[in-house]
């Protein structure tokens, strides 16, 4: 079954640049979705975006203007880039395969595997 | 901005049935999610489109949305049920997708 691991530095400075890479192991990443979400430590989960490997992508308006996802094909992975980091943005970063379903009336994507999560500090 | 407002805690007896809902005024016409986060541990899919169950997930699992309310019951709760359940969905638009800020469930 596929899985999914999360990689990068677990500490950038404040106004740089946190890059995070998610391979993807057993499974390809074409044909599906590939989402990011952070959790700062003790609160909830927050949504930053979502990438497919045609490079459509939909970001969260709040975090839209520093936020850059792309799907690699070739090496099997997709990336998160986080410019101008603050304290803020201090949290567990979680990568997930997502699903996109078609109801009734609307279309819908929803994460059906995740990684394990990889810690990021942003410290000086 | 979009919310989905779910209750911070709720607390049942082993073997009592634990409900947990999740207000936002596009559910009417969009499907919620949900998701049981052990301490931890990463996020794990337990009710997917509303009330559909992955496999692997126990039957006393399951999911309804009316109105601007979707629920997750669990019934017959058990003490390996404790977690944080979330709850996912979007805004009218289809663009933004939030998560409730989380309901802890404790079970003794």
């Known amino acids: 079954h596929v899985q999914l691991q999360e990689s990068g530095p677990g500490l950038v400075k404040p106004s740089e640049t946190l890059s995070l890479s998610c391979t993807v192991s057993?499974?390809?990443?074409?044909?599906?979705?590939w989402t990011w979400i952070r959790q700062p430590a003790g609160k909830g989960l927050e949504w930053i975006g979502r990438?497919?490997?045609?490079?459509?992508?939909n970001y969260n308006p709040s975090l839209k203007s520093r936020v850059t996802m792309s799907v690699d094909t070739s090496e099997n992975q997709f990336s998160l880039r986080l410019t101008s980091v603050t304290a803020a943005d201090t949290a567990v970063y979680y990568c997930?395969?997502?699903?996109?379903?078609?109801?009734?009336?609307?279309?819908?994507?929803?994460?059906?595997?995740w990684g394990k999560g990889t810690t990021v500090i942003v410290s000086s | 901005s979009y919310e989905l407002t779910q209750p911070p805690s709720v607390s049942v007896s082993p073997g009592q049935t634990a409900r947990i809902t999740c207000s936002g005024d596009a559910l009417p016409k969009k499907y919620a999610y949900w998701y049981q986060q052990k301490s931890g541990q990463a996020p794990v899919l337990v009710i997917y489109e509303d009330i559909k169950r992955p496999s692997g997930i126990p039957e006393r699992f399951s999911g309804s949305n009316s109105g601007t309310v979707a629920t997750l019951t669990i019934s017959g709760a058990q003490v390996e049920d404790e977690a944080d359940f979330y709850c996912y969905s979007t805004d009218n638009s289809g663009n933004l997708w939030v998560f409730g800020g989380g309901t802890k469930l404790t079970v003794l």
């Open positions: 057993s499974g390809s990443v074409t044909d599906y979705y």
């Open positions: 997930a395969r997502t699903l996109g379903v078609s109801g009734a009336s609307h279309y819908s994507y929803y994460m059906d595997v």
């Open positions: 990438a497919y490997s045609s490079g459509d992508t």
